[in-house]
């Protein structure tokens, strides 16, 4: 791989269970060592992205998916403040 071509964009989450689909087990089986299953809600993240309550980033060498960000933004529950707090992220 040519990190030269390396490419973050913003993407939807659906390009993102898309292209990342693969790395999603990948990821899990690092972080969490089996200890949970592996159950993501696609639906829920749908809908927080139609509502525009998520930042999605994946990380491309041309067009072959290598890491991804997925951070939930919401208001603070005691403050006037909008916050992202990051739900998802990996790395090659």
């Known amino acids: 791989m040519d990190i030269k071509s390396l490419e973050i964009r913003s993407i939807s989450f ?12 990948a990821h899990h089986e690092e972080l969490e060592d089996n200890k949970f299953p592996f159950l993501p809600d696609q639906n829920r993240y749908l ?10 980033m994946g990380a491309y060498i041309e067009d ?9 933004i919401y208001r603070h529950g005691h403050f006037d403040e ?11």
């Open 47 to 56: 809908s927080l992205d139609e509502l525009d309550m998520l930042i999605v």
């Open 14 to 25: 659906l390009e993102l269970w898309t292209d990342g689909h693969d790395l999603f087990q």
């Open 82 to 92: 909008i916050l992202a707090t990051n739900d998802s992220l990996s790395r090659p």
């Open 64 to 72: 072959y998916m290598i890491g991804y960000s997925v951070s939930v």
